[in-house]
């Protein structure tokens, strides 16, 4: 193995680090150039430390931490160091110079990823007790019964209940929490010195988020691991990280210990990062470009009714024998025009199928649904699709949700041909510009690809097309829950400015209740189909009666280390209550 073979603390990794990274350089090949996507990174990990590596899409967060590993593709060329010394301190490695089986022993055995999308690692057809005891024959675990009984502890240590039975489970019959804990058993089984744990909590509940960090608390504290986690989630750095690393366009700009990036930040950058965080409290204030405040020029509780439910219910049929299960549970609420409606929960609460159901995408099974005064119980397509036209859904990923094929301009222009109120898309393409320059993204983004736009811009676009037929009622399900906090403070400024100017009432879905309080006028807590709590935003973050609102507003980390500490503290007393 190419181990430097020296004796504690004469290597180049300091005798309290874990590794250290040394001028460290990435560029890619592309048909149009290279593209450097790290440049001259320094930076060390100490043992038994969580360090957080924060930026935005595309300062190279991920590419650092796959380089630890040796996980880049084959158009990338690197250069530099990184120097990862053995968890016993006995031996010291130069990780860029490790091929074969000794980059294999080196993976699992002294440094293990965590990946954003556990659904990409678990294999479908495997059990997850297989897909864990994988890991072990790798590395010279043969004994079947010595693989189980490895797999059923690592499963009770990160908290899958009633492991001896799960083990024997697959990847499908477990919860998106659980198979993000069941990952982390997979990094932990062979007991790692340094856990890479990219986008750990990013898709996730807030409640499960909290969840997860636990984990990683846990694999500091009781496994005496060294954790990297890569997030553009303040709250969950200030949650969990020790040391913070900053990164911008490829470089290092700011790295320090958690309270002096948060209450003495150096470079500007990490100042704008810091402003764009949403809190709580938080009221969102956008300005004209004159310096006036955009308002509503009326009362919002003045304006009529656009959407009202009454026992509204929606089932979906089982299938192969299985019972049919209630998502939606006799709810009752409305929406007038020019109101933001926040509906936030848990994933499974029934909040996409609600909005899913004003929009005449999910039938209702039981109850009434009128929208813009139509009566959704029994609706026939022929009489509601005049109604499409005023109805605008912003959905979670716009990426899945444009067509690939078509170029922004064309997937703009979409709603306006179907609807006819364009012939073509030549007919259409001035209208298009002025959608875009609306949405703030310049003319000659038309004629690219979504692709060739970044997860920002395509959320831009995705706004621009479901507001091209000026809708009476927006549905936003999920809009800004993938995107970075500096570009998701834009595009929720521009959502506030459009509503103000155009006036559609809108029901806006998310797990973000930060995100919730900037925009709302009231906000709707959804859990197992029922609507727990219900009133003005302020009552309901400031003064939540209902439990499980409570522990929602307790799960969700706040930008400040030390008020985190004692909001954790909180929601571990809520949870011990239980």
């Keep these: 193995m190419t181990i430097a073979q020296t004796a504690p603390g004469k290597g180049v990794v300091d005798d309290g680090d874990l590794a250290a990274i040394r001028d460290l350089s990435v560029s890619f090949v592309t048909d149009a150039g290279p593209i450097k996507?790290?440049?001259?990174?320094?930076?060390?990990?100490?043992?038994?430390?969580?360090?957080?590596?924060?930026?935005?899409?595309?300062?190279?967060?991920?590419?650092?931490?796959?380089?630890?590993?040796?996980?880049?593709?084959?158009?990338?060329?690197?250069?530099?160091?990184?120097?990862?010394?053995?968890?016993?301190?006995?031996?010291?490695?130069?990780?860029?110079?490790l091929s074969g089986e000794d980059l294999r022993r080196m993976r699992g055995e002294e440094a293990a990823m965590v990946f954003q999308e556990p659904n990409s690692v678990l294999n479908p057809v495997y059990t997850i007790g297989w897909q864990i005891a994988e890991g072990l024959r790798a590395h010279g675990i043969t004994d079947k019964n010595e693989q189980r009984a490895k797999s059923i502890d690592i499963?009770?240590?990160?908290?899958?209940?009633?492991?001896?039975?799960?083990?024997?489970?697959?990847?499908?019959?477990?919860?998106?929490?659980?198979?993000q804990r069941i990952v982390?058993?997979?990094?932990?089984?062979?007991?790692?010195?340094?856990?890479?744990?990219?986008?750990?909590?990013?898709?996730?509940?807030?409640?499960?988020?909290?969840?997860?960090?636990?984990?990683?608390?846990?694999?500091?504290?009781?496994?005496?691991?060294?954790?990297?986690?890569?997030?553009?989630n303040m709250g969950v750095i200030a949650d969990v990280a020790d040391n913070v690393i900053v990164m911008y366009r490829g470089h290092v700009v700011e790295q320090g210990d958690v309270e002096q990036i948060f209450y003495t930040p150096q470079h500007d950058y990490t100042k704008r990062l810091l402003a764009a965080v949403p809190r709580i409290g938080q009221k969102l204030v956008v300005r004209g470009d004159d310096g006036q405040i955009v308002e509503r020029s009326q009362d919002w509780r003045t304006?009529?009714?656009?959407?009202?439910?009454?026992?509204?219910?929606?089932?979906?049929?089982?299938?192969?024998?299985?019972?049919?299960?209630?998502?939606v549970k006799g709810i009752d609420f409305e929406i007038h025009r020019s109101e933001v409606l926040g509906l936030v929960g848990e994933s499974g609460s029934g909040k996409s199928t609600t909005g899913r159901a004003i929009a005449g995408l999910q039938r209702i099974s039981g109850g009434s649904l009128n929208v813009l005064g139509m009566e959704m119980n029994g609706f026939k397509e022929r009489e509601f699709k005049p109604k499409r036209a005023d109805i605008g859904f912003v959905f979670q990923d716009p990426g899945s949700s444009f067509n690939p094929l078509m170029t922004i301009a064309q997937n703009v222009a979409e709603p306006l041909l179907v609807h006819r109120k364009y012939d073509s898309l030549a007919a259409a393409r001035k209208y298009v510009e002025e959608l875009l320059e609306m949405v703030q993204l310049p003319k000659a983004y038309m004629d690219r690809f979504p692709h060739e736009l970044s997860g920002g811009q395509r959320q831009r676009a995705s706004l621009a097309r479901a507001l091209a037929l000026k809708p009476s009622l927006l549905i936003a399900d999920e809009p800004t829950s993938a995107l970075d906090v500096s570009v998701q403070a834009k595009v929720l400024e521009l959502f506030k400015r459009l509503q103000v100017e155009i006036g559609f009432a809108c029901l806006f879905i998310t797990h973000d209740l930060a995100v919730v309080d900037m925009l709302a006028d009231r906000i709707m807590v959804m859990h197992q189909g029922e609507i727990v709590e219900h009133g003005d935003a302020d009552q309901i973050l400031g003064s939540p009666k209902n439990p499980y609102t409570k522990k929602l507003l307790a799960s969700l980390p706040i930008p400040d280390p030390r008020e985190q500490r004692k909001h954790r503290a909180h929601l571990h007393e809520l949870l011990a209550a239980e």
């Design 37 to 97: 996507a790290v440049d001259k990174v320094n930076l060390t990990i100490p043992r038994r430390s969580i360090v957080g590596i924060v930026g935005e899409s595309g300062s190279g967060k991920s590419v650092t931490a796959r380089s630890i590993l040796k996980l880049l593709p084959e158009t990338a060329t690197t250069s530099g160091a990184i120097y990862l010394k053995s968890r016993d301190r006995s031996s010291e490695m130069d990780v860029l110079s």
């Design 155 to 179: 499963l009770k240590k990160v908290g899958i209940p009633d492991a001896e039975t799960r083990i024997d489970y697959y990847p499908h019959q477990f919860s998106g929490g659980q198979k």
């Design 184 to 232: 982390i058993a997979m990094a932990l089984v062979l007991n790692a010195g340094l856990i890479l744990a990219d986008e750990p909590t990013t898709a996730l509940d807030v409640t499960v988020q909290a969840e997860i960090l636990d984990l990683l608390r846990m694999a500091r504290d009781e496994f005496d691991a060294s954790v990297l986690i890569i997030t553009h």
């Design 303 to 327: 304006q009529p009714v656009a959407v009202k439910a009454k026992g509204l219910e929606i089932t979906y049929p089982g299938h192969l024998m299985q019972p049919d299960f209630k998502a």
